[in-house]
């Protein structure tokens, strides 16, 4: 009996020693890298430099394997499926006013070398780079092959929208210049687009000081998330009118989560998915008279709402409730908002607490 | 059964439909509503929300599906018996793109000098009448219709090009206004709203109807309508002043509305089978009216199923009806 209890207790601790190692190797795993909060983005740590492991949300198992080096000559030969990029002398190219954000963020400046169009900078320190000429502008849909080559851009970091074509993979290839997607948009937790910071990091030679902020952005993000947010699901009015239709927020959209931590409830949020729903005015009309808030109609003011749509005037939030909106600096909004999402929520919360004077908010304004 | 009997048993039959798609209109959406409560809310409208559905969302949206069907039907009329081509119209020959062009200066550099409502009605239907000057210049060099078409087409990528270059420098709200109308919507016009454009329209209407003889004539070839006292010019610039009309005012208030204006046209002298434009103007309005009527009322219907923007459904119906003309060009009158 008691040889049995021993044998028992040697089973139970084997099994609790082998689930322990498990979990901890999952998370030290060199083959697939890891993540704390993001979809599509992975990274590990080598003796040459940072493993970044990128999936392709449009075509499963496909992922690209990045190393980030300042030996590159060491690595080329090591591997053929693993891709190595050199970060010694880093130059690139964004289409995103997000990477913008988290490379000014990681004091990254002097890395980038074009953006997409200068009027969507907001960083002062960049808008005078740009002014005086020293960051190219990309401007509409064709990359300008030849400005990037002058500029001695060596990596393209694409928002991933539009897959690269052979031509293009040519083109840059004969360039010299490697095209890295960024999926953070495609992220559905707001700490898993912040977490895209450690890809700029791990690019720009930053990657300990990304850490260092991203988990600074994880604690406050959950401390915030702690705070009381007053009565549960309160239901506001999200979103505006495209053409004939309303588009509100899905269940698994990342607007939806942030809604979804402070405990504000939308209609569409009744439905799976990750974009957003249509409607017509009918069905926002009746939505409306139970919401005495209205987030994100897209516009700073109630009179450049009622240019786009006249018929807000019918609408309660608008008449009787309050409207917040991140519109009066749009620009502030976009490039630091991905890596701010503490800041975000805090604005929810504050917003829904009452809390709302302006001084009390950071990204969003009440619309007058 | 005489050709006037035939025309008038078409006409009122469209008045008919137009009259039911009215009020299925009214009747059908979102919230449920009686019969009774949509009378009561025409004739009697309190501060209920039947009353309120009606007057906001529903009237004014029917309203200005019949007034832009109607307005760019009778533009699409006079275009193709200017250009004696029934491949023209507001759209195809660049006028809808000189409307949206002065819209969206006038959007995006925040430029007011008349009032809002007033600025956009004027530069609308200014847009309009400009680009139809243009093309008129060169339809008097051109002879060929497909040379004069693609002169059109070019004519509203240049401008969708001089937009792009007032988009990129625009301030990022002006912009968003101005994609939000180009989407194209009927749902933005308010009660409040819709007797300056039925003003306008009708305006329109009535110097069509005073076009009438000269119209007929226009049919006849240039040179018959000549002898017969016809004065080219006088007819040019009032069809380009009337179809700048028309078509600037809805495009004002709607955004650019594609392909009525080319298929109704046609569609109208195929079931009238007529030149006789005075017949022809009354089938364009209450053809165009329906057609417009009830492309939105099937985006109602389908509304908490599929989200058809208007475009598109105009488009979906319109493509294959102008390929079909274009390989079949023969059963075209004119």
Redesign the interface.
Same mark, same amino acid.
């Given at each position: 009996m008691k040889k049995n209890s021993i044998k028992f207790l040697f089973l139970i601790f084997l099994f609790l020693f082998l689930g322990c190692n498990t979990s901890k190797t999952k998370g030290a795993d060199t083959t697939i890298g890891k993540s704390r909060y993001s979809q599509w983005l992975s990274y590990t740590k080598t003796e040459l430099g940072i493993k970044l492991f990128i999936k392709d949300p449009d075509r499963k198992g496909a992922t690209r394997i990045i190393l980030c080096t300042t030996h590159p000559e060491q690595v080329r030969s090591m591997s053929t499926t693993m891709e190595v990029l050199d970060i010694k002398n880093m130059k690139l190219a964004t289409n995103a006013a997000t990477h913008v954000g988290m490379l000014v963020s990681l004091n990254a400046r002097e890395c980038i070398g074009a953006v997409s169009?200068g009027? #969507?900078l907001h960083d002062p320190t960049l808008k005078k780079r740009f002014n005086k000429g020293q960051l190219l502008e990309l401007? @509409?849909t064709t990359i300008p092959f030849e400005s990037l080559s002058k500029k001695h851009i060596n990596v393209w970091v694409s928002a991933g929208m539009e897959p690269l074509d052979q031509t293009k993979e040519e083109r840059f290839k004969a360039l010299g210049i490697q095209w890295i997607p960024n999926y953070d948009w495609r992220e559905e937790h707001p700490l898993g687009k912040a977490e895209w910071l450690l890809f700029f990091g791990a690019i720009t030679n930053r990657f300990e000081e990304a850490e260092l902020q991203f988990n600074a952005i994880c604690k406050r993000y959950n401390k915030f998330n702690k705070l009381p947010k007053g009565n549960s699901c309160q239901k506001i009015l999200v979103g505006n +009118?495209? @053409?004939? #239709?309303w588009y509100s927020p899905l269940q698994n959209s990342f607007q939806a989560r942030f809604f979804n931590q402070v405990d504000f409830c939308t209609f569409s949020m009744n439905y799976r998915g990750t974009g957003s729903m249509?409607? @017509?005015?009918?069905?926002i #009309?009746?939505e409306a008279e139970a919401c005495e808030l209205w987030l994100n109609p @897209? +516009?700073?003011t109630k009179q450049?709402i009622l !240019?786009? +749509?006249?018929?807000a005037i019918?609408l309660r939030p608008f008449t009787e409730g309050s409207i917040f909106c991140y519109?009066h600096n749009? !620009?502030k909004f976009w490039e630091q908002s991905a890596l701010m999402p503490d800041i975000v929520l805090r604005d929810l919360i504050r917003i829904k607490q009452g809390n709302s004077a302006d001084v009390m908010l950071y990204f969003y304004r009440e619309v007058k | 059964m005489s050709q006037t009997k035939s025309h008038l048993i078409l006409l009122f039959s469209a008045g008919v439909l137009l009259l039911v798609v009215l009020l299925l209109y009214l009747k059908t /959406?979102?919230?449920n509503t009686t019969w009774e409560q949509i009378f009561q809310a025409l004739t009697n409208p309190r501060d209920e929300v039947s009353s $309120?559905?009606v007057w906001?969302? =529903?009237l004014p949206r029917i309203l200005m599906a019949f007034l832009a069907g109607a307005a760019l039907s009778v533009a699409g009329m006079l275009m193709q018996n200017l250009f004696q081509n029934t491949l023209a119209g507001p759209d195809v020959l660049g006028i809808t793109s000189g409307s949206s062009l002065l819209v969206a200066l006038w959007m995006m550099t925040g430029i007011t000098a008349l009032g809002?409502i007033t600025d956009l009605i004027f530069l609308g239907i200014l847009g309009a009448m400009g680009m139809g000057a243009i093309m008129l210049l060169f339809a008097l060099k051109l002879r060929s219709a497909v040379h004069l078409l693609l002169i059109g087409l070019m004519l509203s990528s240049f401008i969708g090009a001089i937009i792009?270059i007032i988009q990129?420098?625009s301030a $990022?709200?002006d912009l968003?206004?101005y994609?939000?109308?180009n989407? /194209?919507? %009927?749902? =933005?016009? $308010?009660i409040q709203?819709i007797p300056w454009i039925a003003v306008i329209t009708s305006l329109g209407v009535i110097l069509s109807l005073f076009q009438v003889r000269v119209l007929n004539a226009m049919v006849l070839g240039e040179d018959i309508a000549k002898s017969l006292g016809v004065s080219i010019r006088k007819v040019r610039i009032m069809s380009i002043l009337i179809a700048g009309i028309l078509t600037g005012v809805i495009t004002a208030f709607a955004g650019p509305i594609a392909f009525v204006g080319l298929a109704i046209p046609n569609v109208t002298k195929l079931l009238m089978k007529t030149q006789n434009h005075r017949v022809l103007l009354f089938s364009n309005i209450l053809f165009g009216a329906l057609f417009l009527g009830v492309c939105d009322f099937a985006?109602?219907l389908l509304?908490s199923y599929v989200?058809i923007? %208007?475009n598109a459904l105009t488009a979906l119906l319109g493509v294959p009806f102008v390929s079909w003309m274009i390989l079949k060009n023969r059963h075209v009158t004119g």
């Open positions: 169009l009027k #969507y401007g @509409g +009118f495209a @053409g004939d #239709y249509a409607v @017509g005015a009918e069905r #009309y009746q @897209g +516009f700073p450049a !240019n786009a +749509f006249p018929k019918q519109s749009l !620009n | /959406g979102y919230f $309120t559905v906001s969302f =529903r809002s792009a990129a420098s $990022t709200q968003q206004q994609v939000f109308w989407f /194209g919507s %009927l749902q =933005r016009v $308010t709203q985006i109602k509304e989200a923007p %208007l």
